[in-house]
């Protein structure tokens, strides 16, 4: 079993940064590919970004290209994401989430573990 926490959200202006970070129980992280999600009030929950085992390939969300960074240490057990250029439509509740696949996925169907969510709010 995996248990995921994520931290490091909160309220920020527009145009601001913020970092999540993800603590993965278990000596097995360096096995899985991580990914972040992210799910708006009344929308579907979406894939932002993801990395594989190894943290050589990642993937973005055509939205946040450009602006949001994934990286993992595999000798801390932890995923983050950096924020940068955040805008009011960023605005989320995020979340890690882990998964057994060699290639990650960018559907939730996808993945094995969830961690509880953290709120990230961007005001203009």
């Known amino acids: 079993q995996v248990q995921l926490v994520e931290s490091g959200g909160g309220l920020v202006q527009a145009g601001g940064s913020l970092r999540l970070s993800c603590a993965a129980s278990?000596?097995?992280?360096?096995?899985?590919?991580m990914g972040w999600f992210r799910q708006a009030p009344g929308k579907e929950r979406d894939i932002v970004a993801n990395?594989?085992?190894?943290?050589?390939?990642?993937y973005y969300a055509d939205s946040v290209k450009g602006r949001f960074t994934i990286s993992r240490d595999n000798a801390k057990n932890t995923v983050s994401l950096q924020m940068n250029s955040l805008k009011p439509e960023d605005t989320a509740v995020y979340y890690c989430?882990?998964?057994?696949?060699?290639?990650?996925?960018?559907?939730?169907?996808?993945?094995?573990?969830w961690g509880q969510g953290t709120q990230v709010t961007v005001f203009s």
């Open positions: 278990g000596r097995t992280f360096s096995n899985l590919a």
């Open positions: 990395i594989n085992w190894i943290g050589d390939t990642t």
């Open positions: 989430s882990a998964t057994w696949r060699v290639v990650p996925g960018r559907t939730k169907a996808e993945y094995n573990y």
